[in-house]
């Protein structure tokens, strides 16, 4: 039996959807939905389903492209499904004038399918990618709530859930940066995570990864900034980009979590309306941060919200020197009262750096 994937999703105005099905060539089409994670396959795409269909799949921009709601079907009756996300490069989009997307996809597939991170908690799982002429897309074994992005503002997002999810994404970078060739992220939104069933932050988008296996950064990549809110002022003035670059993106999203706000990229006018202009606008030594209806959640404990605002303000800090590792961000976390008090179940199952 053939497995056939649908995601309908909107290309260009002349395909307003597509649906994925496995090659003959280079990869056999799986058998079972769970064969479907490894090794990936190579899709191809066509036309299909309604414009409307595919708004109604759709979860948010990348910096990129977007990204969708899809449904693997196995055989004809459809019977067994397997829910997934879809994210497309958008070839209209102006961050990939002058560069090569089919590079993004298989830098992609690389990163993915290493054996050094293949199986890490807060990265997605690779089922298949396309490289044909006019799409350029991949396809990840995820169910999500939704990104965090559009999580930020939700008032049933809890203090527990985003401290979880503070934690989870420090996780990660800390070992991507740890690695005996470091990886960088470079393009670190809230846009480019979801966010799982329970709560665990998952990294889906390395369009401007460099390091470890895929190496030093490609020269047409050396022209695209980071994600819009999220852009490392140092790297701006002094045109140097290093680890330190993820760790003042991060920062931005720890404002993000701790202060219920959202980054509108479209609404951005000037300067002021980024989360770390905002924050050292109003931050004092001492200070919380912490938005006043998540002091009255659960788990909340008065001690930790200056704790956490010095750690975020710290992130955000225009010299790299002085901002912290992300191993020192994931330490001062953990020493937070709310891990000490409710305990942390990602520490029973740690991630070991492989080098």
């Known amino acids: 039996m053939a ?8 290309l260009t105005n002349r395909h307003p959807g597509f649906v994925l099905s496995g090659e003959a060539q280079p ?78 996809v298989e830098e992609e597939e690389m990163f993915l399918t290493d054996a050094s991170v293949v199986d890490h908690p807060n990265l997605v799982n690779l089922i298949g990618y396309c490289c044909e002429e006019q799409v350029r897309a991949v396809v990840y074994d995820l169910d999500p709530l939704d990104t965090l992005h559009n999580m930020m503002l939700k008032d049933d997002f809890n203090w527990l859930w985003r401290i979880k999810v503070a934690l989870g994404i420090a996780r990660l970078l800390d070992f991507l940066h740890g690695q005996n060739k470091p990886y960088l992220i470079f393009n670190i939104d809230a846009c480019h995570i979801m966010v799982d069933q329970e709560f665990n932050p998952i990294l889906f988008d390395f369009g401007l990864m460099s390091g470890g296996l895929i190496g030093e950064m490609s020269y047409p990549k050396q022209f695209i900034y980071m994600s819009l809110g999220y852009v490392d002022p140092f790297f701006v003035n002094r045109g140097l980009r290093g680890l ?112």
């Open 244 to 355: 330190f670059s993820d760790v003042f993106s991060y920062g931005v999203i720890l404002v993000e979590l701790i202060a219920k706000i959202a980054i509108d990229k479209e609404k951005l006018r000037s300067i002021r309306d980024l989360p770390d202009e905002w924050a050292r606008s109003v931050y004092k030594p001492g200070c919380s941060l912490v938005e006043k209806s998540l002091e009255k959640d659960a788990g909340y404990h008065a001690t930790d919200g200056p704790i956490i605002t010095k750690l975020a303000m710290h992130c955000v800090e225009y010299h790299p020197k002085d901002r912290p590792t992300m191993k020192e961000v994931v330490e001062q976390l953990q020493s937070l009262q709310v891990f000490q008090l409710h305990g942390d179940e990602q520490k029973k199952k740690p991630f070991m750096v492989m080098h």
């Open 3 to 10: 497995t056939e994937i649908a995601a309908p999703v909107p």
């Open 27 to 104: 990869k056999k089409a799986k058998a079972s939905l769970a064969e479907c994670s490894e090794p990936p396959q190579r899709l191809s795409i066509n036309p299909a389903d309604s414009d409307l269909e595919a708004t109604k799949n759709l979860i948010g921009p990348t910096q990129f492209g977007k990204v969708y709601r899809g449904k693997i079907c196995e055989g004809v009756s459809g019977s067994k499904t397997q829910n997934v996300i879809v994210k497309i490069w958008d070839e209209k989009s102006d961050d990939l004038v002058g560069h090569d997307d089919y590079l993004m």
